[in-house]
């Protein structure tokens, strides 16, 4: 995509400062979306006064002045940057940055960034880092077309949005080294032991059963696959301090294959939320922080189940049943870790009468990637 004409590049060294105006720094604002649009600013050679000190150029008033080239923004919100052109033989240095950010600084102005554009390159700087650190981006304007995403990253209405929001916690935080809340970017979990008991009409059957229901073999089957063979993942989630100054804690889970995803989601067992009577997040794996969590699911006659590798079992009776989860977590500065332990209760409704329950309880040891 050709943003800046190949001709206008080529001659750039030798272009005046309106002339790199014009043909070079006009067409990437226009690119950049700021040329029209409600939500948006663009500002031509904006005044700014400095009453105590003599910054930018020189004026016969007592109070000294300052004029940005362009400054451009987001109307009503957070975000903006300044923008200073020079001609196309004028190199840029130390002199030409503390200007540029003195009018980013600038009490009017308090833009997120400045830039500066030459002849041969654009660099783009963060205005807080101060005008003696090294620009976040260096461009040269052979290269701008191919790179424009650099600069859209960074400057364009969305990028500023995104980039430019402040949130200031005043939440009590989760434990020292993280705030009132975390996000749980990804994670693992590791089955290392389970057991099942089945009954009926409140009687053991479970080895009778296992002896002769190939369902149940299949299912024993599947469940040391998982131990051995599955990588059991953690899609995302979040820990965080509520309102009431509690925390709790939502984990979404992604299930073993896709199909056992699926039938995770009918259940509704793919989406956990978790609460703690402690304080604080326990940083000690010798005395960790006890979450639970409760969840209820039920599954009527004629569902179609997913099987962990593919195809469909009928679900010939109700099921409904409850799940327990323990979670025993301490933060090691760098991750959440921990045990779980999960109980299960499922009830099945017989057509001719009684009733089968299944207690089904599993274990191990997990780690969930968080932001700090």
């Given amino acids: 995509m050709e943003i800046i004409k190949r001709t206008a590049i080529e001659a750039a060294p030798g272009y005046n400062e309106m002339e790199v105006r014009f043909h070079i720094i006009d067409p990437i604002f226009r690119q950049l979306g700021y040329s029209d649009g409600e939500n948006v600013y663009l500002n031509l050679e904006e005044k700014l006064e400095y009453p105590y000190v003599h910054i930018g150029r020189r004026s ?13 923004g987001l109307k009503g919100a957070r975000g903006s940057f300044v923008l200073e052109a020079k001609a196309g033989n004028v190199r840029i240095t130390n002199l030409e940055v503390e200007q540029a950010h003195s009018y980013a600084a600038h009490a009017q102005v308090g833009a997120n960034y400045f830039a500066l554009c030459n002849g041969i390159e654009i660099r783009i700087y963060e205005t807080l880092s101060g005008p003696s650190a090294v620009p ?15 600069l859209e990253n960074i400057l364009s209405p969305v990028s500023l949005e995104k980039n430019c929001k ?8 989760l434990c020292d080294g993280l ?13 290392s032991d389970y057991q099942y008991n089945i009954f009926l009409n409140n009687r053991d059957y479970t080895e009778e059963i296992r002896k002769n229901t190939p369902q149940i073999a299949e299912m024993d089957k599947q469940l040391e696959l998982l131990k051995t063979a599955f990588e059991l993942r953690v899609a995302d989630g979040i820990a965080e301090r509520g309102n009431d100054g509690r925390i709790t804690a939502f984990v979404r889970f992604s299930g073993a294959t896709i199909h056992n995803a699926a039938a995770m989601q009918l259940l509704g067992v793919d989406r956990l939320s978790f609460v703690t009577a402690a304080k604080f997040l326990s940083k000690s794996a010798d005395s960790p922080t006890i979450f639970e969590s409760i969840k209820d699911f039920y599954l009527p006659k004629g569902a179609a189940l997913p ?29 959440m870790r921990g045990q779980y332990l999960v109980l299960s209760d499922y009830t099945f409704t017989m057509p001719v009468g009684g009733v089968m329950r299944m207690e089904f309880s599993w274990s191990g040891l997990f780690t969930l990637i968080i932001d700090k």
């Fill in 179 to 191: 705030g009132s809340s975390t996000q749980v970017r990804s994670g693992e979990y590791k089955i």
């Fill in 166 to 173: 402040i949130f200031y916690d005043t939440k009590l935080k």
């Fill in 60 to 72: 016969k008033k007592d109070v000294p002045l300052g004029f940005p080239d362009y400054r451009a």
């Fill in 136 to 150: 976040i981006a260096v461009i040269p304007l052979s290269e701008v077309n191919e790179r424009f995403h650099e």
């Fill in 307 to 335: 099987q962990m590798f593919g195809g469909i079992s009928q679900i010939n009776n109700d099921i409904s049943g409850k799940m327990f989860v323990k979670a025993a977590i301490f933060f090691d500065g760098e991750c």
